[in-house]
Structures are given as C-alpha cells and as structure tokens.
C-alpha cells in the first residue's frame, strides 16, 4: 500500500505548521502520511513476530493470562501505565499527553475451540479444556491481528505524540467469544477507575482485500439473545399416544411456527433471525418423553425489532402447549450482547480521513453483520465510536474467489482462516492511528 502515500509532502514543515497554527479541529492526514508510513514499516517485522507467536499460543476467554501478559509488558516498555486483571484477564493501559479527550482502543485476547488447518508454520498446536474436554484452540477470529494492530497502533502514536493531545486509554478484554468479557471488566469498574472514554474505536478482520476496510454508520452488528424453551407434556408408551401429551409434537410445531414471527409479524424490510440450533427430547423411538428442551438463537438490529420477536416467540410456545392441552412450556428468552451502533458522526469524520489514506475506493460501505460483538457493552455506557472491518486478503485471490467457479475465501472461525500478514498489520495501524489522532487534534 506504500504507493499510496507517494505524495511526498515535507512531513517536518507540515508538522511545524501544525505545532504553531494551535487548536485544528480536524487532522489532516496528507503531511502526516509519509511520516506514518515510515514508523509503520520500520515496526511491521517485530509486529510480525509478535502476531506468530500470538498465533501459535492462542487462549480460551478468561484464561488469556499468558496472552494478557505478553501485551502487559509491550505496552509497559512502551510508557503506558498498565493494570492487570480487570475482569479477571482482562487489562487497560494508559498513556496521558496533555489536556485533551480520552480515547479508548479496543482489542480483544481470546481464541477459539477449535482446530487450526492453515498448515501455516507458526500454526497453533495449542489444546486445553473446553466444557469438561480437551480442545484445540485456535486464533481463527483473527483476534491475534487485533492484538498485533491495537500495539503497533500504540506504538505509533508514541512515535507521532507531538501531533495529538488527550490520554489513549488501550483496553484488551477478555473473552469476546461468549460475549462476556467487555461485560466482566465493566463490572470490575474498568470506566469507575479509569474514567470513561470520550471516544471509542476497534476493529475486526474480515475477509475483504488487504488495505481495505469497511464501514458501516448506525448498526454494525446485530443484538444477539439465547432461547432456552421446555415443553412439559406427559410421558407414556409409543404405541398409546392417547394417554400422553407428546411434547416432541409440541416442541416440533413450535420449531416450525415460529418462523411466523419472522415472515408475518416482524417487518420484512427489517432484519431478524431466530434459529433452533439444538432440539433435546426422548430416549428411545417406543417411549414418548415428557418434555422437549430446545434451544436457540435471536437476532436483530433494533430494540423495536428485538421486543416484538421475543413477544411473538413467548406467544407461540405458550400456543403450542395450550392447543395441546399442556401446562404452560419454561419459556427464557435472554438478553446477550446488544448491537454495536456506530455513531455516524464520528464514522463521517473517521471515513474522510481514510479516504484521504487509502483511496476512495478502499473505504467500502458494508452493511451490518449478523454476527454480534460485546464491544456494545463499552459503547452502550454512552461513548460515541466506529467498529471498523480490515481486510486481510491479497485482492487477486479475492477477485479469483468471485470468478464463477472461483473458490470462496475462508471467513473468520473457519479452521483456514489466515491473514496475510504483513499488509493486514499495516493498514491495521495505519487506519487505527490515523483515526485516534483524527479526534485528538
Ligand atoms: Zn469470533
Ligand atoms: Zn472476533
């Protein structure tokens, strides 16, 4: 992406500039771009090292101690005043620079249970316990490229620290995965005792091409809640159905009805998901069981769109148990993680100066994902931010990928998922640095 910051504007008259000109509200990237580009690729082999070894020793949610560690001390030889454990592994590193805003960045520090089949050479072997079993784990969310970006981004904003005022307050949490982990530092009174941020930012990899990122003003990703239902019937024989109440029936017909909630009642124009991922009932195929346990998942963008599918999913339960004639069914509709809703303000502000570093046609709209993301949960305290999605794919596979015929690309939590680091590493800090700085000026 070097080509891009060919415009060779003297970095030090422009930085003379700035210093003397006072306040300007807006950076403007143009001088600053050779300069940055320099510290970025004088810093990417050791960010490279650091991203293999994370890779190669990936950990589960809130047992990312040696994980925490490793960040723990890079941040500290770097001058940040680092604290451990909040939220049991989580950490948060400051670093003051005169009277300004407060920005947070965020990154998270988990792994995935899973098995990694990149073959790559620093390819995680890595296994522990996962639900009473042991388990590979894997960096196949591209958590490790977070990391790796979120401490080059630190890096280099020390490395530029004339040219921005405020405190930068780097926050790795725990545990993303389970959604639980922005959560557990928050009630660690991460934001009681280190002050709320005035502005937040984080990133995630996606499969789009390197030195790209997308965008996406309002929600970037969706509310997420768990369905836990038990329909209560009354067991009996299988070849004597009349003396049972069949709540494999009941459970069966909810399955299918309530996606009525969805083409019926919930607006088609607005996005909704409720899917019945696990149906548990019975023992054998000649013993009608006396209860059904299903579970599931809702998603949605908005509040509105949320109340009404958990009223419609309530509603139908109850409808199955009663035209069955069986007592009311367990119905427990919880609340995960909320959407993450960017504030437009701040992704108008933060995709002009992209633009300006990238290219126009490297700064692409996205529409939300279905996926969900406890980054919400920081936000959701009332910080204006920008989830961003960075592209870690060379563009000619992409562009072979979308041949007809073509092989799709490995998406995050596939077992071949695999950045290509370098160029990945470097839009990464070049977008995140340039996005802080924007709204420290
Ligand atoms: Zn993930
Ligand atoms: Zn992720």
Not at 6 to 35: K, N, V
Not at 60 to 71: I, P
Not at 412 to 418: E, I, K, Q, Y
Request: proline share 7%.
């Amino acid at each position: 992406m070097q080509h891009r910051f060919a415009r060779t504007l003297c970095a030090c008259a422009a930085l003379s500039a700035m210093l003397t000109s006072g306040h300007a509200a807006e950076l403007d990237p143009q001088p600053l771009q050779p300069q940055l580009q320099q510290v970025i690729d004088k810093m990417t082999p050791q960010l490279r090292s650091v991203y293999e070894d994370l890779h190669a020793h990936p950990e589960l949610g809130f047992e990312e101690t040696r994980t925490a560690a490793k960040l723990a001390a890079e941040m500290r030889q770097l001058g940040f005043e680092v604290t451990e454990g909040i939220g049991k592994t989580g950490l948060v590193a400051i670093y003051r620079n005169g009277a300004g805003p407060t920005v947070m960045v965020r990154t998270e520090l988990d792994a995935l249970p899973m098995e990694e089949k990149t073959g790559l050479p620093y390819a995680s072997k890595a296994k522990a316990q996962y639900n009473g079993k042991e388990s590979f784990v894997t960096h196949s969310c591209g958590h490790d490229m977070h990391m790796t970006s979120w401490l080059g981004t630190a890096q280099a904003l020390l490395a530029l620290k004339a040219q921005w005022k405020g405190t930068l307050m780097f926050v790795a949490q725990p545990s993303e995965e389970t959604v639980t982990g922005a959560r557990a530092m928050l009630a660690d009174g991460l934001f009681k005792k280190f002050g709320k941020p005035d502005y937040a930012f984080a990133l995630h990899t996606g499969p789009m091409p390197y030195g790209t990122v997308g965008y996406v003003a309002g929600p970037a990703t969706s509310n997420s809640d768990s369905l836990d239902i038990t329909f209560h019937g009354l067991g009996s024989h299988g070849s004597m159905p009349e003396k049972s109440i069949d709540p494999v029936l009941m459970a069966s017909r909810f399955v299918v009805d309530v996606q009525s909630v969805i083409s019926r009642e919930k607006d088609p124009a607005e996005f909704g998901v409720v899917t019945v991922g696990a149906f548990n009932a019975g023992s054998a195929g000649n013993i009608i069981p006396d209860q059904a346990r299903l579970l599931g998942t809702i998603r949605s963008y908005k509040s509105e769109v949320r109340s009404k599918m958990h009223e419609g999913i309530e509603r139908t339960a109850k409808a199955q148990a009663a035209m069955a004639g069986a007592p009311a069914p367990e119905v427990k509709l919880l609340k995960g993680s909320d959407a993450v809703v960017n504030d437009p303000t701040l992704v108008g502000r933060t995709v002009k100066i992209f633009k300006t570093a990238l290219g126009d046609k490297n700064v692409i709209p996205v529409p939300p994902a279905s996926a969900s993301e406890d980054f919400s949960d920081f936000i959701n305290q009332g910080v204006p931010s920008m989830f961003y999605i960075l592209g870690v794919y060379d563009p000619k596979r992409i562009a072979a990928a979308s041949q007809p015929g073509g092989k799709p690309l490995p998406y995050n939590h596939s077992p071949f998922f695999a950045p290509d680091v370098d160029p990945t590493i470097k839009t990464g800090v070049q977008t995140m640095t340039l996005a802080v700085m924007n709204v420290m000026q």
